[in-house]
């Protein structure tokens, strides 16, 4: 006869929900997240290459991070150029 595990979860997990591996990877991928964001990846500013990337956005104050630049004149004006432009096209082309 087949024993019937009655703390199996629903898709298969046949141990308890709190596991101890489980909780494991948890802090292994949140260790790796906080080991990228807060050793790794300022670590970029010192390659080759990247520190004039780095000295061009602080010196124009931009967010590199932002999803939009409405709040930025030139990225305000170069969006409203090519509104206009999408909306009345050059008759000559």
Known sequence: ?????????????????????????????????????????????????????FKFIEERNLRATALYYTDIDEFGDASATLRNHLEYPNQSE
């Open 1 to 53: 006869m087949k024993s019937v595990n009655k703390n199996a979860l629903p898709g298969g997990s046949k141990g308890p929900a709190g596991d101890i591996r489980s909780w494991l990877k948890l802090l292994a991928g949140l260790a790796l997240i906080i080991l990228f964001m807060f050793i790794l990846a300022p670590l970029g500013d010192r390659l080759p290459g990247f520190d004039s990337m």
